[in-house]
């Protein structure tokens, strides 16, 4: 451990709706990060995020001890290597982009990243989470064995993601009601508990209101259940 520097934030990926990714996962990923810059002698191994029409740097490890991000959030519509990466949805491997014309804009290349291996992250159901690629300022040479190690490491990161949104859907169907999509009595009840005790604690006033609907049964013969449920 200990290559360099790390930067890393809680952030939601793909809309307001996906998770945060928490401490412990970011710190696996430092760790698979600093792995890969000494497996494949790279100087920059990063996690990119793409949302809002901006990519966003939510994690690296640098060789260089000065390494600093100057530009952690850029705007879509650069080139850059992340922009195909995703577009593609595929991998990207270039030993170097200066014999390549087509990279010859590129905007990594010009910051000095003339190689890079990248692949994809998703969320499930194939929704876009970003990239992840480890990037060198000199020649990478990659081999095919390499390039699969590569990729078996990616899917790790995207069981990650996986993992994330299976506990957030079970702690949906845990604490709400899937017809009305409000809390149900599970977190009525851890409400009233934690609302008794400050009670108690401050001396404050406390009240619950009940409200009783008669005639339901009229709703359900006029609108519905579906109507009435909800």
Known sequence: GGIGLQYHQ????????RPLIPQDILDNWSATLNNLLQVFGADLARIIQVNNQV???I????VDPLYLIKEPVKPLGLATYSETIIGTNGSLYLQDARTIPLWKENYDQH???ISILGMPLEWPGHETFGTLEILSKSPLLVTDTFQDLFFEISKGFTGDLRQLHL???LDFFSTMDPLTSV?????LEDWINTEFFRVRRTRSPFSIGLVHIKNLKSLNKEYGRPVADS
């Open 183 to 187: 809390h149900n009595r599970r977190v």
């Open 59 to 62: 994690h690296y490890r640098a």
């Open 167 to 169: 506990e957030q859907r």
């Open 10 to 17: 809680e952030v939601a990926i793909g809309d307001e709706s």
């Open 55 to 57: 990519t966003r740097i």
């Open 111 to 113: 910051q000095g990243w």
